[in-house]
């Protein structure tokens, strides 16, 4: 308890601290400007904006919201998931293992995402709405679980218009776990009415959305649109292949070390006792327990893999899990019998799905899928403590089986926690000790107030002061080439059409310059990386030439770039362009390049 504690304290204590010009800075546009990217691939900040509009709420609470999304996840998760265990076992794991731990769970998304609310905790959230009510459903069904149901159905059909290939996937194994859970499947009522009450929820949904947010045909041609922009690229393409790539390393990193551990740990288990002595007991724990220590040494040095962003701390948990079947395993032979399933699978059938779904709720993403999972490793945590349920009376209480199996996995989850959100915060200059030095960030007319590293802040300041001096003002157009929505939304910029320019993908960004309303000729460049040329054409259609209409007022080496992420290093330097005036037209020249 106390360590979930101490983790909601420091995500509390670094709310005001930092910013983050890439993830964070598109999320924030979107929120700003949501008639703007009205047509975007996801509308996710069409539902945000409904209930936190910019207008009212600041960067800070941007973050206090998705910190309280996270909070409320793993406790409605927790209580649901000990009325599941109580029905299953007969008995629930204390509230003081399963809250804190879920707890702890929730907040990893803080060392490897940014910290606003985004569509990936949204998507979190809606998940664990659902998976709470599919298990409540399950221990005890009846009118109150089957409007917990509907509800479920709802919040995962809003979730369509946020992540539509998460929410098919995390709703459809939902559906098939309420189906084979009931003796008979599909032809029982129960099955039937669980299907009904799930599907009315969700149509709900999809019904308030084309009232309250936006019409069904207009966001089916802005998905369709968006959709086929995509795949014209190569983001996002070959998914499934990719996905399938990005598992052979977690399974290598499985086979060993974490083979090792587990045979280890299923040999203790099952040898303990027998003709080992107590000493003998006591160096297989030690061993053991230096084997899983070393890993971590392994893990953060020599194998230089990160905590922060990194594919490969997922399979810690995967690890645990595997290290828990073992001693599962090792434990009915020894006391029960041999574990078969023998016919009756069904109580399977839950710890089943809860390894499945952090892969649902990570599909579709561009990143390594296993990057994405780890805000959903609540469910790999609830499944090894199923593993825990499920061992034999004489080895649950052994002191080593649970620092194993629930102090340990804590541990790690909490260290990876604290080590990315403090030390190496998300593509974050300097660690979050470090920022100190105030700024103002955002639009008007309530703009944010932040403490960020003085390298940061320098570069921020005189950004705004260089376009000031040129002739920019808040709520104009700016076009940040690439991948810096941070910069725009920091001195009250508009990036045109979409919130985020990506390198290497100007199709999408020239489709964005066709579909916006603004007025491109007041257009102000920032430009870290040469464009492409179908940039210059998209703007040339546009009767503007770049460079040749534009002058350079300023230039700076961007301290982003020498972030610990080491990430998109190339865009090092920045240059700012302010529109020439056009014939007809006055403006005072701009001040000549710092």
């Known amino acids: 308890m106390g360590l979930a504690a101490a983790l909601v304290a420091m995500c509390g204590w670094a709310l005001r601290r930092g910013f983050d010009i890439t993830d964070e800075g598109f999320h924030l546009l979107n929120y700003a400007y949501p008639a703007e990217y009205s047509s975007s691939f996801s509308s996710f900040h069409l539902l945000i904006s409904q209930v936190l509009p910019a207008q009212q709420v600041s960067v800070v609470g941007y973050r206090a919201a998705s ?19 109580a029905a299953r076992f007969g008995a629930a794991l204390p509230v003081a293992w399963v809250w804190p731990l879920f707890i702890i769970c929730s907040l990893v998304q803080y060392a490897v995402f940014p910290r606003t609310i985004n569509y990936n905790t ?21 009118r109150r679980a089957l409007a917990l149901l509907g509800l479920g159905g709802l919040v995962m059909g809003l979730d369509g218009f946020v992540k539509l290939s998460s929410s098919a996937a995390a709703l459809g194994s939902g559906a098939l776990v309420l189906v084979l859970s009931a003796p008979g499947g599909f032809g029982r009522p129960a099955a039937r009415h669980s299907l009904l009450v799930l599907g009315a929820g969700a149509l709900l949904a999809i019904g308030g959305f084309g009232l309250f947010v936006k019409p069904l045909p207009a966001w089916y041609h802005d998905f369709h649109h968006e959709t086929e922009v995509l795949l014209s690229t190569s983001y996002n393409s070959g998914l499934l292949a990719r996905y399938v790539r990005d598992a052979f390393p977690t399974i290598q990193t499985l086979l060993f070390p974490f083979g090792a551990v587990a045979a280890v740990a299923g040999a203790w288990v099952y040898y303990r006792g027998r ?27 020599l194998y230089k893999n990160t905590h922060f962003n990194g594919h490969r701390s997922a399979s810690w948990p995967l690890g645990c899990l595997l290290v828990g ?22 109580p399977w059938l839950v710890p089943l799905w809860l390894l499945v779904l952090p892969l649902a709720a990570a599909v579709g993403t561009g990143n390594n899928i296993f990057i994405n999972v780890q805000l959903e490793e609540m469910y790999w945590l609830a499944a090894l403590l199923v593993l825990y349920q499920s061992l034999p009376a004489p080895v649950q209480p052994l002191r080593a089986v649970r620092l194993a199996l629930v102090a340990l996995p804590a541990l790690v989850l909490a260290e990876q926690t604290a080590y990315g959100l403090l030390w190496k915060p998300y593509l974050q ?23 960020v590293d003085a390298p940061s802040a320098r570069y921020l300041q005189a950004l705004r002061a260089a376009l000031h001096r040129a002739g920019f003002r808040p709520g104009g157009p700016l076009l940040a080439l690439y991948d810096a929505p941070g910069l725009v939304y920091a001195v009250g910029g508009v990036s045109p059409g979409n919130a985020w320019y990506f390198s290497g993908i100007d199709t999408r960004n ?10 491109l000729g007041r257009a102000f460049l920032l430009v870290n990386e040469k464009p492409g040329a179908g940039l210059f054409a998209s703007l040339a259609a546009r009767g503007l030439h770049f460079p040749a209409d534009y002058q350079l007022v300023h230039q700076a080496i961007s301290p982003y770039s020498r972030s610990p992420y080491q990430w998109r290093s190339q865009q090092d330097t920045l240059q700012v362009y302010a529109p020439r005036p056009r014939a007809g037209s006055f403006r005072a020249p701009p001040t000549p390049v710092d």
């Open 275 to 301: 003709g080992l002595n107590r000493l003998g007991q006591h160096l297989a724990v030690v061993a053991g327990v230096a084997l899983v220590l070393g890993l971590e040494g392994y893990r953060t040095g």
């Open 429 to 451: 200059v300097e660690n979050m000790f470090q920022q100190q030095t105030p700024l103002t960030v955002g639009p008007p007319p309530h703009p944010t107030r932040l403490l």
């Open 510 to 519: 020239s489709d964005a310059l066709a579909k916006t309303h603004l007025d």
């Open 122 to 142: 949204l998507n979190s959230l809606a998940i664990a709405i659902f998976g709470s009510a599919v298990l409540n459903y399950l221990a005890a069904p009846g």
């Open 67 to 85: 910190l309280l999304m996270a909070l409320f996840s793993a406790s409605v998760f927790s209580w649901a998931f000990r009325r599941w265990s």
């Open 325 to 346: 079947a073992a001693m599962l395993v090792a434990a009915r032979q020894r006391y029960v019998g041999p574990l078969w399933l023998r016919g009756n699978w069904r």
